[in-house]
């Protein structure tokens, strides 16, 4: 028996869910198909557990500076680690119910079970044949994890296992400091564990301008372990994991594996679509309209390899919905990149990273947040901000930074290079005082110094201007 549909859509993450929603607005003619759990990642392992973790983290982290602004009692305070990860289960159990009602809401509509391709319409999944006018492959990612370290049990843990710890040792080893490696090792040492942290390479939590990187490390290094360079081999130890890299030997009670993430292909059978794949198994696409070679067949979310990021999995899903149901579809506009670590200070870019700067005619311009007043009266005086701008037109082009309040700046930054603003511009808008956005105003200031030495004009609007 086959069953003829107008759209597949395969996984019912972020990416799947929101290209359901997009869809729906069009036909209702759609079908579903999910193997694994229901629940985004992010909503799941991923974003929204680890925040609930890092404000506890956070909250707790501050007692040390609140004695020292002469509040007692705090040495009193303790950590009830089993107590705290209950309460991010509940939160996230609440977070998940929302993607899960929606999917049982589509009746037959919805299948739980693993498809693959017979061709690329038509999709064999438990026995049953549907034949698709168009497909979406929203399949989602997993923790890498090397076979060998499978063999110590569950004292090696990934992302998608850790928040189901009741009673975590004290004793933590992280492998791989990206963002998520970061913000739970930085989590875990401020809940009072003993935390050591390794990484192949000399950058942490995905930033690239060398200041803005040093300043997290020196962070992170006055409550957690941090070895950079260094490639780490696990084996039993005498009572846990022992943990060896060069001249650094450690023993653990687990081990949290933060080393990226693969495409969820396998059993897709994504040969039979006739076109090449990649290394890690996937077919090429455009990146602009997500599809396919010439085929009505779309790739969406972090599948794809392109920003594996909650929010722009949810425009890659509109994206290829849109693009899936229209014969002759308009290009829809990605936004302007952003990302952002949840460690304290936070971190993060919006726009043009270090790396991905023009060879020359930019211009930098930074601020220092250990001497910015309002980050001082906090007691979160640290982490460095460096702004990138077009040397020619003023342009803001991109930001790096290590500072308070990071992921509201960060936005900021964002809808400002969106907006193609300028220096100029930027620097006519209001600042108030104290607030770290003082730190922003500072760094724009030594960009447009260097971009006009002799300039003389103040920050201000004349009156004969239009106000922005």
Known sequence: MTRRVTLAILGAGTAGLTALKEARRYTDDIVLINAGPYGTTCARVGCMPSKALLEVAHAYGRRDWLAECGMRGGEALAMDLPAAMAHVRTLRDGFTAGAISMTEALGERSIDGRPR????????????????????????????LPEDWRQLGDRVLTSNEVFELEAPGRRV???????????????????????????????????????VNQSLLDVLRRQMHVTTEADVTLSEGKAGILMQASD??????????????????????LQNLGVALDARGV?????????????????????????????????AGRIAAYQAL??????????????????DPGAGYAGLAADSLPASGVIAGSADFARQGRALTAGRNAGCL??????????????????????????????????????????AMPFYHPTVEEGLRTALQAARHEINRHRTRPDQLLCREPAL
């Open 173 to 211: 080893g992280v492998v791989g400091l990206g963002p998520i490696g970061v913000e739970l090792g930085q989590a875990f040492a401020q809940l009072g564990c003993e935390v050591h942290g390794f990484t192949r390479g000399s950058r942490i939590a995905g930033l690239n301008a060398s200041a």
């Open 117 to 144: 391709f017979l061709s690329p319409t038509t999709l064999e999944v438990n026995g049953e044949r549907i034949e698709a006018e168009a497909v979406i492959i929203a399949t989602g990612t997993r923790p890498n």
């Open 326 to 343: 229209h014969p002759q579809p308009e290009c829809l506009a990605r936004r302007t990149p952003m990302g952002v670590v949840f460690t």
């Open 283 to 315: 077919p090429a696409f455009d990146r602009s309209t997500l599809r396919v070679g010439e085929l009505p067949v779309f790739i969406a979310g972090d599948v794809d390899g392109l920003r594996p990021l909650m929010h722009e999995a949810a425009d």
């Open 386 to 427: 460096q702004v990138y701008v077009d040397e020619l037109d003023g342009r803001l082009l991109g930001a790096e930074m290590v500072a308070p309040e990071a992921e509201h700046l960060l936005h900021l930054l964002a809808w400002s290079i969106q907006q193609e603003m300028t220096v100029d511009q930027l620097l």
């Open 248 to 269: 650094r030997e450690v023993e653990v009670d687990w081990v949290l594996a933060s080393l990226g993430r693969r495409p969820n292909v396998e059993g897709l059978e």
